[in-house]
């Protein structure tokens, strides 16, 4: 079994941001944004998203509780380590699952330095305090692995993931972002956008500082996507209660 991940374009939905500044986040994210595997009947198959935070010296895979919900374990969950096509699955990292009981957040404890290691030298890992920045904007990123841009080729499973921008709000204590059917990509062409199975426990970043013409600009992760739907909207679980919780639990 084997990985291989497709380059992608960044998706506007209405945030309207400039084509050289959505291409410059999309390839950091491209780094970012992780595909959560599950071993079934002896292959690797797409389950979820998510994003790879640094505490101490060991790794916190954040992604959605409800990854566990049909009896999945962190034994049976994989990480492609990037562009080696490889893939480390968690039973060897001595996983811990972290759960938050009143969202759908959970976190995953990589206790093995060098899973942890492998992992940095592929992916890029933020922060494990970023994640108490409770950052607010107007407009935010989502970075996921959509199961619609998947395909299996004898035993390599080809993903391209998604980098979609979207203006946002807080309703009912979620975060909700506008998801359209059609979005914009950054060579200016209107596409379908996708369905987001698959992208469940994403982060979605707020970009904050500067304008959307500029291409710098500050990344804070926000929140965890937890549903969609197609053609209406994206919400996500905020993270900032969770990064407490998660403090008390591991100091």
């Known amino acids: 079994m084997s990985w291989a991940a497709l380059e992608t374009e960044p998706l506007d939905v209405d945030a309207g941001v400039a084509a050289q500044r959505a291409r410059s986040i999309g390839s950091t994210l491209q780094r970012v944004a992780v595909p959560v595997l599950r071993l079934r009947n002896g292959r690797a198959e797409p389950l979820a998203s998510g994003a790879l935070y640094v505490f101490g010296s060991s790794l916190l895979l954040l992604t959605c509780r409800h990854v566990f919900d049909d009896g999945a374990n962190a034994g049976d969950l994989g990480l492609p380590l990037g562009e080696s096509g490889r893939i480390l699955w968690l039973r060897e990292a001595k996983p811990r699952v972290l759960v938050d009981p009143g969202a759908d957040l959970a976190a995953v404890r990589l206790g093995c330095r ?33 199961y619609a841009q998947m395909r299996r080729v004898g035993t390599v499973l080809h993903a391209r993931p998604v980098v979609v921008f979207a203006r946002g709000e807080m309703e009912g204590g979620h975060l909700k972002l506008s998801y359209r059917r059609v979005a914009r990509r950054a060579d200016g062409l209107d596409i379908h956008a996708p369905a987001l199975d698959g992208v469940s426990g994403a982060t979605l970043w707020a970009v904050v500082e500067g304008d959307a013409a500029a291409v ?36």
């Open 114 to 146: 060098r899973s942890a290691g492998l992992l940095r030298r592929h992916w890029r890992a933020a922060p494990f305090d970023s994640l108490g920045s409770e950052a607010r904007a107007q407009i935010y990123v989502l970075a996921g692995f959509p």
């Open 216 to 251: 710098d600009c500050v990344l804070q992760p926000a929140a965890v996507q937890s549903s969609f739907k197609h053609d209406g909207y994206v919400r996500a679980e905020p993270v900032g209660a969770f990064f407490r919780l998660l403090q008390s639990r591991l100091s």
